[in-house]
C-alpha cells in the first residue's frame, strides 16, 4: 500500500484537519478567467468563505477533451476574455494576499509544456500553488514533471478512473501526492442525478492500495451524492454545477464580456457561495467515513 506523502502542503494539512474531525472535504473546481480574472479572484475568496476546503482552478484551453460542454463553454469564454496561464499564476498569488484556501492548478499539459516544467513549476510554486493535476498526463510520462514539482514543494495529483486495473492504481497512488482523484464514471464533466450504483466497489479498490485521501468527482452535484459519499470517500470534487452557476449569472441575455458587470458578477459569487454551504452542510450531516465499514 502505498503511503500518504509526508510533503506538508496546505492541501495535505486540510484533509488531516479532515480526517480528524471524521468530515467529508468539498473541493470546488472552477475555470480560471471565466468570464475575467477578476471575477475569478472574487469567486475564489467567495468559495472558500462558503466552506470549500480545496480550490481547483481549472486552466482554460481550446481543445479541453475530457470535459462536458459546460466547462467547455467556461474554456471558450476564458480565453476569449485573454486568460492565461501566467496570468492565472498571478491570480494566485493576489488570492494568497487574502487566503489561505488550499489550491490546485488543474490543466491539461500543453499550457505547461509552453512554460516550461522548471518556470512552471518555479512559478507556480512562488505565487502560492499547493498542487497540480495534469489530466492528460499519464504516470508512465509523469517521470520528470513529479521530479520538477516535488522539488518545488508542489503536490502530484493523478487520476484513478473505473476503467483503471488493480495494478495501474498502483501505479497512480505511488505518482500522487495531496490526494487522489478518482473518476466516478466513464465519460467526461458534468452534472449527473445519480452516482454510479459500484462506486462503493471502486472506492475500496482504491483504499486497498493507497492510505492518500481520495477525491470523488465527475457528476457530483447535489447534497445527496455529498451525503453518501460521506461513507465512502474523504472528498467530493464539485465542478460543472458551479461552472453553470456563474455561466447563468454572467451570460443570461446574451451579455456580452462588456456588460458583465459588477452585479452579475455579484450574483454568480452568491450563486456559488450558496452551492458551496449547502453542500458542505450535507457533508457535516453526511455519514462519516470513520463510522461506515467499507
Given at each position: 500500500m502505498t503511503a500518504a506523502n509526508s510533503n506538508p502542503t496546505r492541501i495535505s494539512r486540510r484533509f488531516a484537519e479532515l480526517r480528524a474531525a471524521g468530515e467529508l472535504g468539498i473541493v470546488a473546481f472552477?475555470?480560471?478567467?471565466?468570464?475575467?480574472?477578476?471575477?475569478?479572484?472574487?469567486?475564489?475568496l467567495?468559495?472558500?468563505?462558503?466552506?470549500?476546503?480545496?480550490?481547483?482552478?481549472?486552466?482554460p484551453f481550446s481543445d479541453p477533451l475530457a470535459d462536458g460542454p459546460t466547462i467547455q463553454r467556461a474554456s471558450e469564454r476564458a480565453l476569449k476574455a485573454g486568460a492565461t496561464l501566467a496570468g492565472i499564476l498571478d491570480l494566485v498569488k493576489?488570492?494568497?494576499e487574502v487566503s489561505q484556501?488550499?489550491?490546485?492548478?488543474?490543466?491539461?499539459?500543453n499550457p505547461v509544456f509552453q512554460m516550461g516544467l522548471e518556470k512552471f513549476a518555479a512559478a507556480a510554486s512562488s505565487?502560492?500553488?499547493?498542487?497540480?493535476?495534469i489530466t492528460d498526463l499519464t504516470p508512465e510520462e509523469s517521470e520528470e514533471y513529479r521530479r520538477i514539482l516535488v522539488a518545488h514543494h508542489l503536490d502530484t495529483i493523478f487520476l484513478g478512473a473505473p476503467t483503471s486495473t488493480d495494478e495501474r492504481l498502483v501505479k497512480i497512488a505511488a505518482c500522487s501526492s495531496g490526494f487522489l482523484y478518482l473518476i466516478s464514471r466513464t465519460g467526461v464533466t458534468g452534472a449527473k442525478d445519480a452516482l454510479p450504483d459500484d462506486l462503493p466497489t471502486l472506492v475500496r479498490r482504491v483504499r486497498r492500495?493507497?492510505?492518500?485521501?481520495?477525491a470523488v468527482g465527475f457528476g457530483i452535484s447535489l447534497p445527496g451524492h455529498v451525503s453518501v459519499l460521506g461513507g465512502l470517500a474523504d472528498a467530493a470534487v464539485v465542478g460543472s454545477a458551479l461552472v453553470s452557476?456563474?455561466?447563468?449569472?454572467?451570460?443570461?441575455g446574451g451579455a456580452s464580456s462588456n456588460t458583465t458587470s459588477a452585479s452579475s458578477i455579484n450574483a454568480a459569487a452568491a450563486a456559488l457561495a450558496e452551492r458551496v454551504r449547502s453542500l458542505k452542510e450535507a457533508a457535516?450531516?453526511?455519514?462519516?467515513?470513520?463510522?461506515?465499514?467499507i
Amino acid at each position: 500500500m502505498t503511503a500518504a506523502n509526508s510533503n506538508p502542503t496546505r492541501i495535505s494539512r486540510r484533509f488531516a484537519e479532515l480526517r480528524a474531525a471524521g468530515e467529508l472535504g468539498i473541493v470546488a473546481f472552477i475555470t480560471a478567467g471565466d468570464p475575467s480574472l477578476d471575477a475569478t479572484h472574487r469567486f475564489v475568496l467567495a468559495l472558500a468563505d462558503a466552506g470549500a476546503d480545496v480550490i481547483e482552478l481549472g486552466v482554460p484551453f481550446s481543445d479541453p477533451l475530457a470535459d462536458g460542454p459546460t466547462i467547455q463553454r467556461a474554456s471558450e469564454r476564458a480565453l476569449k476574455a485573454g486568460a492565461t496561464l501566467a496570468g492565472i499564476l498571478d491570480l494566485v498569488k493576489q488570492v494568497r494576499e487574502v487566503s489561505q484556501v488550499p489550491l490546485v492548478l488543474f490543466s491539461y499539459y500543453n499550457p505547461v509544456f509552453q512554460m516550461g516544467l522548471e518556470k512552471f513549476a518555479a512559478a507556480a510554486s512562488s505565487a502560492g500553488v499547493d498542487g497540480v493535476l495534469i489530466t492528460d498526463l499519464t504516470p508512465e510520462e509523469s517521470e520528470e514533471y513529479r521530479r520538477i514539482l516535488v522539488a518545488h514543494h508542489l503536490d502530484t495529483i493523478f487520476l484513478g478512473a473505473p476503467t483503471s486495473t488493480d495494478e495501474r492504481l498502483v501505479k497512480i497512488a505511488a505518482c500522487s501526492s495531496g490526494f487522489l482523484y478518482l473518476i466516478s464514471r466513464t465519460g467526461v464533466t458534468g452534472a449527473k442525478d445519480a452516482l454510479p450504483d459500484d462506486l462503493p466497489t471502486l472506492v475500496r479498490r482504491v483504499r486497498r492500495v493507497t492510505e492518500l485521501p481520495i477525491a470523488v468527482g465527475f457528476g457530483i452535484s447535489l447534497p445527496g451524492h455529498v451525503s453518501v459519499l460521506g461513507g465512502l470517500a474523504d472528498a467530493a470534487v464539485v465542478g460543472s454545477a458551479l461552472v453553470s452557476e456563474i455561466e447563468k449569472a454572467t451570460t443570461s441575455g446574451g451579455a456580452s464580456s462588456n456588460t458583465t458587470s459588477a452585479s452579475s458578477i455579484n450574483a454568480a459569487a452568491a450563486a456559488l457561495a450558496e452551492r458551496v454551504r449547502s453542500l458542505k452542510e450535507a457533508a457535516r450531516r453526511g455519514l462519516s467515513r470513520r463510522e461506515v465499514a467499507i
